[in-house]
C-alpha cells in the first residue's frame, strides 16, 4: 500500500482518553501487532441497528463502509433464524439437511445457466483458494504442479492464505507476489489497455513455460479504486480461455445487490453482447450478514473434475447456523428490494457526491469519491462528524463508501453535509 493508510497510529496512543488508551494497549499485547484499528480516534462499536452503529458511551454513528451487515446491522429476522437453528441445531455438510439444498437451490438459481454446483467455506479467502485449486487443476490437465500461471489486477486484494496472499498485490506488495503471478493495471480511462495487457502478461507467463490457469478480479475493483464498467474485461476474458485458463470473478465485495443491478457484479459486464459468464464465481463477506460464510460456484464439469482428484469437506463451511443467516439474508434482500434501493439511493448519493464538486464512480452502494492526497485526514474528520467511511485506490486518494444496503435518502443527505463540512 502505497498511500497514507486510515489506520490507528500505536505511537500516538497518548492522545486517547485513558479507557480507550487502556484497551488498545491490552488488545495489542494480545493481538499483537500485525493486527491494525480504524482512525486516529478508534472506535469501540458495541450494537448496531440498520444503517446505525453505537460506540460504548452510546453516541450513534453512521455507518457508510460495512458491506458485511449488507442488509442492516442485527436485523430481526436475520438475528431470529440464527438464534432458532443454533437453538435446534448446529452441525456440517456430512449429515443429510433440507436447509442447505433449499438455499443452494435458490442461490444457483441467481447465476447464469450453467454454474449449477456451489461448495461453501467460511471466508472469501478460502472460496477463492478453491477457486484456484479448481482452476490450476483444470488448466494442468488434473497435474497442478503450483506452476500455473494467475492473472490479476495491479492493486488486487482477493485474501490472506499462502495462495492468495501471493496473488494479493495490495496485501503483500507487488514485489512479493509468486512468480506465476502476472498484474494487470486496470484503467478506465483506455478502451484497449486492459485486454492488451492481460494478452502481454499471457504472452509473457508462457514465454517462462507457466501455462495461464486463470484471470481472477473482483468485479468492482475495490482496492484499484472502485471502477464499475472497466472496458476491456470481456474481451480480457476471452483471450485468457483462448490461452486454456479460466475466468474467475471473485465476487466477495460487489456481490449479493450490493451494485444496484441483480445480484452480481459481471452482470455489467456484456449487456449489449454476448453476457460475461464467468467459470467460476467466488462469494462470501455479506452472505450472511455477518456470519461466517462464503462458496465457490462452478459449473458440475469443474466440480466433477477437482472431485476426481481430491475429496471436499470445511468443517464450519455450510453449517447449518451459517445456512440459516444466508437464507435469512437472501429472504430479506428480495422481500425489502434492497437491490432496488441500492440502485436509487445509490444514483443518488453519485449525483450529490458531483454535486460537491468530486470525481466519483461506482454502481449502486459501491461508491469511490476522489478527494486526493488529504483523503485519509476527510476520513478521520468524518468519523469526528460520525460518519464512517474510509479511503481506497492504489495511494489512498479516494473516499470508500459502501454502506449497509437499507441506506436511505436522508441517510445520504446525512452523509454528503458531513462530508462538505468535513472537506
Ligand atoms: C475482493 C475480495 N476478495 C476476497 C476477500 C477475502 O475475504 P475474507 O476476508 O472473508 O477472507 C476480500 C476481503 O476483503 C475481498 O475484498
Not at 114 to 134: F, H, K, P, Q
Not at 240 to 247: E, I, K, M, S, Y
Not at 305 to 326: D, H, K, L
Not at 350 to 372: C, H, M, N, P
Amino acid at each position: 500500500m502505497t498511500g497514507p493508510a486510515t489506520y490507528f497510529d500505536p505511537q500516538r496512543a497518548d492522545v486517547l482518553d485513558a479507557e480507550t488508551r487502556m484497551l488498545v494497549e491490552r488488545r495489542a499485547r494480545v493481538l499483537g501487532s500485525a493486527y491494525r484499528l480504524f482512525y486516529e480516534q478508534p472506535l469501540e462499536l458495541v450494537r448496531g441497528s440498520g444503517t446505525l452503529v453505537w460506540d460504548r458511551d452510546g453516541t450513534e454513528y453512521l455507518d457508510a463502509y460495512n458491506n458485511v451487515p449488507s442488509v442492516g446491522h442485527a436485523h430481526p429476522r436475520v438475528v431470529e433464524a440464527m438464534a432458532k437453528q443454533a437453538a435446534a441445531l448446529t452441525t456440517h455438510t456430512r449429515y443429510l439437511s433440507e436447509g442447505i439444498v433449499d438455499y443452494s437451490e435458490q442461490l444457483l438459481d441467481t447465476l447464469p445457466e450453467g454454474i449449477d454446483n456451489v461448495m461453501y467455506t467460511c471466508t472469501g479467502s478460502e472460496a477463492n483458494d478453491l477457486a484456484l485449486r479448481i482452476a490450476k487443476l483444470v488448466a494442468s490437465d488434473g497435474q497442478s504442479t503450483g506452476q500455473e500461471g494467475v492473472i490479476v489486477t495491479s492493486n488486487a486484494y482477493h485474501g490472506v492464505t499462502t495462495e492468495i496472499a501471493a496473488i494479493s498485490p495490495a496485501l503483500v506488495g507487488v514485489d512479493s507476489l509468486a512468480p506465476w503471478v502476472r498484474t494487470v493495471d486496470p484503467r478506465p480511462d483506455d478502451p484497449e489497455h486492459f485486454a492488451a495487457s492481460v494478452k502481454a502478461a499471457i504472452s509473457e507467463l508462457e514465454i517462462v513455460g507457466i501455462r495461464p490457469a486463470a484471470l481472477i478480479v473482483d468485479t468492482i475493483f475495490a482496492s484499484d479504486g472502485v471502477l464499475p464498467d472497466l472496458p476491456g474485461l470481456v474481451d480480457a476474458v476471452a483471450a485468457v480461455r483462448t490461452a486454456g485458463g479460466l475466468f474467475i470473478a471473485d465476487e466477495v465485495q460487489p456481490g449479493f445487490g450490493r451494485l444496484g443491478h441483480g445480484m452480481w457484479g459481471f452482470e455489467r459486464y456484456g449487456l449489449d453482447g454476448a453476457p460475461l459468464r464467468p467459470d467460476l464465481v467466488t462469494v462470501g463477506k455479506p452472505m450472511g450478514n455477518g456470519q461466517p460464510i462464503a462458496a465457490v460456484m462452478a459449473p458440475h464439469e469443474l466440480i466433477d473434475r477437482f472431485s476426481e482428484q481430491s475429496r471436499y469437506f470445511n468443517t464450519f463451511g455450510g453449517s447449518s447456523v451459517s445456512i440459516a443467516a444466508a437464507q435469512a439474508t437472501l429472504d430479506v434482500l428480495r422481500d425489502e428490494q434492497l437491490i432496488e434501493n441500492a440502485r436509487d439511493v445509490g444514483d443518488y448519493l453519485l449525483g450529490g457526491l458531483r454535486t460537491l464538486g468530486l470525481e466519483s464512480r461506482g454502481a449502486g452502494l459501491f461508491i469511490g469519491a476522489e478527494v486526493g492526497p488529504d483523503a485519509v485526514a476527510v476520513v478521520n474528520r468524518m468519523r469526528e462528524r460520525r460518519v464512517l467511511v474510509s479511503t481506497t485506490g492504489p495511494a489512498n486518494t479516494a473516499l470508500k463508501i459502501r454502506p449497509p444496503l437499507p441506506f436511505s435518502v436522508d441517510d445520504a443527505d446525512r452523509l454528503l453535509t458531513e462530508l462538505e463540512q468535513s472537506l
